[in-house]
């Protein structure tokens, strides 16, 4: 790839809160300004410089409710887990007691590696404990248990700001070999019935995500025109494939990655086609590696974020989620609970490595070293 395409693919607007980038700071204007703590927390994360101790708690975390799926998608760690399934869901009161510890949360992703509508009527509880406290709640869906009790209709009540749904072909025959164990009619007609309440319901909160591969790379036009059809306003095209740390599925989705043959002019284009249909066309693209020797250009997780995996063990990012692969320490436990662990030796260590260049082997392949 050539530097003017990277430039190109870099320079491509990134995806938006679904309600609007205004609507997203007055939130956390709100979560600010109803605790005193939280708002010194905040400023202590806004001071902060890689290398100086962590004197604060994260203000974004991802939480996974369940580790398991109904789908087998072909791009997806879930497709080789015996049933589907890595652990037990996290439970309420667990994630209550998660939230209510971890003072500083604006932001939380209510997903990991699975679809969170399997858990049901405790997903909803969730959110809306959450949202009690303005915490701003982003959630995925593969959209096949919409139609079930009403579940479209109790999402949406539960009040989360943004449901990303995963639509990975434009048609029967891409989409169903790509995300095994579907039925593209029913998700199309289930994605109707969730943006026609929101329509109902006058709210902006559902985003149509596209992870785009080898499978789907000539649909791009066609997705969007899917979008429309289904009643999304906003579609978001991810560009490149995670690993999860681990490298069979590296070199399997290497195969099918178009990310070194995408045509940088035509992505563009998309844009205005979209919005000539009322969808906004944004891009997910993790275009160049972290670099060490820079502060700046450190991989920024481990000193403002982490996941939570749905059996309470601490991952260091997202594009691992799974405490199989690496977590840092114990699982957490009632003895000082996640704090305990983002403020103990093991991510003081880690934090550590990556200033110093001495990368752990799960993180090198973010890096150019």
Known sequence: MNKDVRSRLRDLPSPEPTAGVEVYRRERELALAASAEKRANYDRFCAYQPGAPVDFLPVKLDMENVSRCNFRCTMCVVSEWEKGRRSHDMSLAQFKALIDEQIGLLEIKLQGIGEPLLQGADLFEMIKYARARHIWVRTTTNASLLHLHDNYRQLIDADPNEVQVSVDGADKVVFESIRRGSNFERVVENCKLINGYCRERGVARTKMWTVVQERNAHQLKALVNLAAEMGFTHQAFALNLSDWGLSEWRTLNDQVSVQDSLDA??????????????????????????????????????????????????????????????????????DGGFSAIWRGKTYADFRRAHLEGDLPPICQGCYSI
């Not at 998309?270 to 972290?290: C, M, S, T």
């Not at 020797?293 to 991952?315: H, K, Q, Y």
């Open 265 to 334: 002019e035509a992505l563009w284009e998309l844009i205005p086609y979209g919005a000539d249909r009322g969808v906004v066309v944004r891009f997910w693209n993790v275009n160049e590696k972290y670099r060490l020797g820079d502060r700046s250009t450190l991989c920024p997780w481990p000193f403002e974020r982490a996941f939570v995996s749905s059996d309470l063990r601490v991952v260091p990012c997202c594009y691992i989620g799974n405490p199989d692969v690496f977590q840092i320490d114990e699982p957490i436990s009632a």
